[in-house]
């Protein structure tokens, strides 16, 4: 296989900013591809934490106070530079303190299209000012949307991009960067009007990602059964037509996992280690995570995980109906973080007092408490509306922490329901997004943990699976490959 070079453009990488599963792709997709001899550069936007946090950063020669437009506006970038840690790639910042220089990653301010429009624009001219030429500009989410058109309109005229092919990844359809119509000067695009979504702007809106998804040479998203998923309007959430129209140049790939990161044998964050050959370290990471939370130290009462965002994508309107009485039936213990939406944090904590020892719920954002929680449950669970891949999933399968989940997006395509029979299986399904569906798939699920031989076998299961991003990244070479024109004849 050719060695391709690739723009990988990401609002978020692991490790200098991450709000969810788009950071610990961008990193583990950039490593993979670097790992395999693909120049991979990596860029995104230098936020005030990334400036904060001390990494060791190069100003990048001839990329310093270059000056672009965007629409009336003039700016000014510079980049720096660093190595993606435990890889190759580079990584490139993009340092425009009047964009990115805020408290958040995202924000609610009224220029929030510019700062990702900036970084289309600016991803492209630092290509330019490096004269390099990437095979493919690999774009993620709405942030990216108008690279593919501002390429093939506002640098048309720059011959070295002639080969150059746009990749775009849709991680999670339900954020699309929908702005108003009298946006498109702003964003530069008076003379493209036509050339946007003109149902749309008659609507009075620009949408960005599926400005992105009309131009993009290949469209991908994270899970295959997503991949079918979003061609119907219950999870197209409005993107159905342009998908359908675009259904042959659409992929499913799921994501890799970065068991660099994600093991439970070398992990950074775990005091205990442990690996299918030995298991001893998983009850003392389950003893140190009860203690931790201050939960009652019960080593026999399954204990149950939950991490991740609060928003209604992730199905926690099913457990009021539930928990209180999965609670009192069983003697379960939950260990909660996550942080979000105010009536789901408020839920949590009413919860925590309600069952105090019992529940547990810490209202953060903590990255060593997540690998703990993954290590130190028996059970995760996730029981989410729609999961376009889902990352956690994947983590508790390595971690001997059997996943139950809604059989939807990513956790179809990755989970196999646990069969006591023929011992198969690596996990929990259930189907219709019911509360009673999921109890009585807790039921199951608690029911099992009591056998303990099937148990061993269901754990032992799980971590077997290897959906590591040397796998994955090779699906994405692939499709570079399809997209990109064959490779020059060499003189
Ligand atoms: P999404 O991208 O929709 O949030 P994923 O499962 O793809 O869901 O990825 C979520 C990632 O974010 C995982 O790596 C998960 O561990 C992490 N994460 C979510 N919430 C938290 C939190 N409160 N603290 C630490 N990590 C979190």
Not at 52 to 59: D, I, M, Q, R, V
């Amino acid at each position: 296989m050719r060695s391709f070079k690739v723009c990988l453009v990401s609002a978020e990488v692991v490790p200098y900013a991450k709000t969810g599963g788009l950071a610990d792709v961008a990193q583990g997709l950039a490593r993979s591809l670097a790992r395999a001899g693909h120049d991979i550069r990596v860029v995104m936007p230098m936020y005030r934490r990334v400036r904060e946090a001390g990494h060791a950063l190069e100003p990048v020669p001839g990329l310093q106070d270059v000056a672009f437009q965007i629409g009336g506006r003039r700016l000014y970038f510079s980049v720096s530079s660093t190595r993606l840690p435990g890889s190759t790639a580079t990584v490139y910042f993009v340092r425009c303190p009047e964009l990115y220089d805020r408290a958040g990653i995202y924000t609610q301010d009224p220029d929030e299209h510019l700062r990702f429009a900036a970084l289309c624009v600016a991803s492209v001219r630092l290509c330019q000012q490096l004269g390099w030429a990437p095979d493919v500009f690999h774009c993620n989410d709405w942030h990216t949307g108008l690279l593919p058109l501002y390429l093939w309109t506002h640098f048309a005229w720059d011959a070295l991009f002639q080969r150059s092919r746009v990749v775009m990844t849709i991680h999670n359809i339900g954020y699309q960067g929908v702005v108003g119509a009298d946006k498109v000067g702003e964003l530069g695009l008076e003379n493209e009007r036509n050339l946007l979504h003109q149902g749309d702007l008659k609507a009075g809106q620009i949408n960005l990602l599926k400005t992105g998804l009309l131009y993009a040479n290949a469209i991908t998203t994270v899970s295959k059964t997503y991949a079918a998923e979003i061609l119907e309007p219950e999870l197209g959430m409005g993107l159905e037509t342009t998908l359908r129209q675009r259904k042959s140049d659409l992929f499913g790939i799921v994501n890799g996992v970065d068991y660099e990161d994600w093991s439970p044998a070398t992990d950074v964050h775990l005091a205990h280690h442990y690996s299918p050959a030995n298991m001893r370290g998983k009850a003392l990471c389950k003893q140190a995570l009860l203690q931790r939370m201050g939960l009652a130290p019960d080593l026999e009462a399954p204990l149950v995980g939950i991490v991740s965002r609060l928003t209604i994508q992730k199905g926690f309107d099913l457990l009021p109906d539930i928990l209180p009485v999965l609670l009192r039936k069983h003697n379960l213990r939950l260990a909660v973080l996550g942080s979000g939406e105010e009536r789901y944090e408020s839920y949590f904590a009413w919860l925590q007092r309600t069952f105090p020892g019992r529940v547990a719920y810490d209202r953060g954002y903590k990255e060593p408490l997540s690998h703990q929680i993954e290590a130190g449950s028996d059970m995760f669970l996730m029981p989410s509306r729609f999961e376009p891949c889902g990352l956690n999933q994947m983590y508790s399968l390595k971690y001997g922490t059997p996943p139950i989940v809604r059989r939807t997006g990513g956790l179809a395509d990755t989970v196999e329901q646990w069969e006591p029979t023929t011992r198969q299986g690596t996990g929990f399904f259930f189907g219709e997004f019911q509360a009673e569906a999921l109890m009585n798939t807790v039921d199951f699920a608690v029911s099992q943990f009591r056998d303990a031989a099937g148990w061993k076998q269901l754990v032992a299961n799980g971590m077997a699976k290897d959906f590591s991003w040397d796998r994955q990244g090779e699906l994405y070479v692939q499709l570079y490959d399809r997209v990109c024109p064959p490779a020059p004849p060499i003189r």
